[in-house]
């Protein structure tokens, strides 16, 4: 596994191996790594020739300075789980190696990113959108794998790829799960043992939701909120019903043929998101 910190070096690396005629892939990650990243390497590793992790905290996609000291940052222990996994380069940039000059750009996305995400998090999809484009400057992959836990971030770079014309393909992984059925996610580890026990509620309100599709969407929202709120360590952000290509908010289930159930919750100071498909 080879090691690179220095923009340069990794685009020369991969033009390197674009001269051997060899496909890339590129598994974007802020570190702190689980099981869920590891499931998009391997996948990586078996549809393409080379596989590039790169891990870079991004200071521009977050929107609460206390969130971007408090990501934990557990990079040794990255390097051995992707070293295991058999990924052959990682990219470790720092944050002048990917913003020599500050980055201005604003991307404008519709309504894609107005709802949800976009709207707690004011600004955090644009600063997403402007590290994932200077990565795929620097890697030119193939094909770039992202989790699904992130859904709205998913529609986001899909946009973005096509807005800036790149030619990669972008592949969705599903959401790899805890025992309890929690969404696996790097914040996981910055939760207390009784809010990590409280966390699983999450994802079995939102399984239990999808039994109960009879009812009218105003109404299973109410029950889902509701039924996680009773647990004095969670708050439920939003809980929305939405379309799964245009992530229009759903009123009505006869609105689309494909909706999806997205949430966000907060287990103490932690905030965790996770969502299913209803079709």
Not at 40 to 48: F, G, M
Not at 102 to 114: A, M
Request: hydrophobic content about 40%; some cysteine; glycine content about 4%.
């Amino acid at each position: 596994m080879v090691i690179t910190y220095k923009s340069a070096e990794m685009k020369a690396k991969i033009v390197s191996h674009r001269n051997n005629g060899e496909t890339i892939g590129f598994v974007p990650t802020m570190g702190a790594l689980h099981q869920g990243h590891i499931s998009l390497i391997q996948k990586s590793l078996r549809e393409n020739e080379i596989t590039v992790c790169s891990i870079f905290v991004n200071p521009t996609q977050f929107n609460n300075t206390n969130d971007l000291l408090n990501y934990p940052r557990t990079l040794k222990e990255d390097l051995i789980m992707l070293r295991e996994a058999g990924c052959n380069n990682v990219f470790v940039p720092s944050e002048r190696e990917i913003y020599p000059v500050p980055d201005t750009r604003i991307f404008d996305f519709g309504e894609l990113d107005k709802s949800m995400e976009g709207k707690y998090r004011p600004g955090h999809f644009n600063g997403v959108a402007q590290v994932v484009s200077k990565f795929f400057e620097i890697v030119l992959p193939d094909r770039a794998y992202f989790g699904e836990k992130d859904f709205q971030q998913l529609a986001i770079i899909k946009a973005m790829t096509k807005m800036l014309k790149f030619r990669t393909d972008i592949v969705p992984c599903p959401i790899i799960r805890e025992k309890d059925g929690l969404a696996m996610s790097s914040r996981n580890k910055l939760l207390s043992p009784e809010h990590r026990k409280s966390a699983s509620l999450i994802s079995k309100s939102l399984f239990d939701a999808l039994n109960n599709k009879d009812l009218p969407v105003a109404e299973l929202k109410f029950r889902v909120i509701n039924t996680i709120h009773a647990d004095k360590n969670l708050k439920v952000e939003y809980f929305e019903i939405v379309d799964f290509d245009s992530l229009k908010l759903l009123n009505h289930w006869a609105d689309s043929s494909k909706p999806m159930a997205c949430i966000a919750v907060f287990a103490g100071q932690v905030r965790l998101i996770d969502n299913v498909r209803f079709f």
